[in-house]
């Protein structure tokens, strides 16, 4: 009988996909690692099972512990994953403007949530920041993750990104993608494929405009999960060749260009990696092999880049939009 023992046997191992219509006009084959088919949905569910393992090991998290984390996304949903299957408590703090359809996915896995107001400073005791720092520091058994500072993050990348990309590619890779919000999933990876390669393969951190990553200063920009307003320490300089930004409007593009194209149902940070990585690809010669990280799928995110009306009262154009059956009809 082939069955896995626990729903957490199948994080990783995820498949590349050859891109086949966005990457008209480039000679490089050009593939993608599909990240959402993550038991949870995303390639947080890698860095979850690394950091709850490696709390247990370290004695941080003892059984009928507590884990509180200040997360609205995919890192809860991998750490609510772990949690449920180990038997854990999770309080999550999540900021006001996080809408009812991500904090029911963390109630659903039996995550409990903390709604902070989004219109108060970091150093209020009112904030996202602090009230999570505090409830780790009341709960008896609190183990507070902390995915910006924990190395484990990147480090589940160096351990399983890294070596199935490699295998897969059968050592072919010449360029790896990826956006940064963090840092762990480009410095875990890259780091891995930078050592298997001796130095050969090229590592590329896609940026939304206007974060630090790309000489910004954080700037608000509409694609979630990646670019930051600070230096988290997840994130290692020293394994990425270049930063390729894009914005908003390109990214939005992407993504719903890969729902349209090649059947990828994808978050907008995709959308921005594949806009970004593009851009480097057009340059490359026939031999070379991209590799792009798709980190979540779309579902989350129908009320946004997939709807026409939030594009449109963003200034977004709705590409990739084809004829619909008034146009037609008239
Ligand atoms: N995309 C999405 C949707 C994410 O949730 C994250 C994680 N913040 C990333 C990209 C970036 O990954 P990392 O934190 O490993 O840099």
């Known amino acids: 009988m082939k069955y896995a023992n626990s729903i957490l046997d199948l994080v990783g191992n995820t498949p590349l996909v050859k891109l086949q ?16 088919l993550n038991p949870g949905g995303s390639s947080k569910d890698r860095i979850a099972a690394r950091i709850v393992d490696a709390a247990e090991r370290e004695g941080l998290l003892k059984p009928g512990g507590t884990i509180v984390e200040p997360t609205s996304g995919n890192t809860g949903i991998g750490l609510a994953l772990v949690a449920q299957q180990r038997g854990y408590r999770c309080v999550f703090v999540l900021p006001d403007k996080v809408g009812e359809d991500k904090r029911s996915v963390l109630t659903a896995y039996g995550a409990e949530i903390v709604v902070t107001p989004t219109a108060v400073a970091p150093e209020s005791p009112e904030s996202y920041y602090s009230v999570s720092d505090r409830l ?38 010449t360029h790896f993608v990826a956006g940064v919000g963090t840092g762990g999933t480009i410095s875990g990876t890259g780091r891995y494929l930078k050592e298997v390669s001796d130095g050969r393969v090229v590592v590329i951190g896609a940026d939304p405009e206007g974060s630090v ?9 509409l694609v979630e999960g990646v670019g930051e307003d600070f230096w ?3 994130y290692d300089p020293s394994v990425v060749d270049e930063i390729v930004a894009s914005s908003d409007a390109e990214s939005f593009e992407y993504t719903r260009r890969l729902a349209r194209e090649e059947g990828l149902l994808v978050g907008g940070s995709s959308g921005m990696a594949v806009a970004s990585a593009l851009k480097a690809a057009r340059t490359l ?6 590799v792009i990280l798709l980190p979540d799928g779309g579902r989350g995110y129908l009320g946004k880049v997939f709807n026409d009306r939030w594009m449109a009262s963003h200034g ?15």
């Open 232 to 234: 988290p320490e997840a």
């Open 21 to 36: 219509h966005v990457t008209d006009g480039i000679a490089a084959t050009v593939l993608v690692k599909v990240e959402y």
């Open 285 to 290: 010669p026939a031999e070379a092999v991209m």
């Open 136 to 173: 780790a520091r009341e709960i008896p058994g609190a183990f507070k993750p902390n995915q910006y500072s924990n190395l484990n993050g990147p480090l589940s990348h160096y351990e399983t990104t890294g070596p199935e990309i490699w295998r897969d590619t059968e050592g072919e890779i």
């Open 316 to 330: 977004f154009a709705a590409a990739g939009q084809g004829p619909t059956v008034e146009d037609v009809l008239l």
């Open 213 to 221: 990553y790309s000489g910004g200063t954080g700037r608000p920009y």
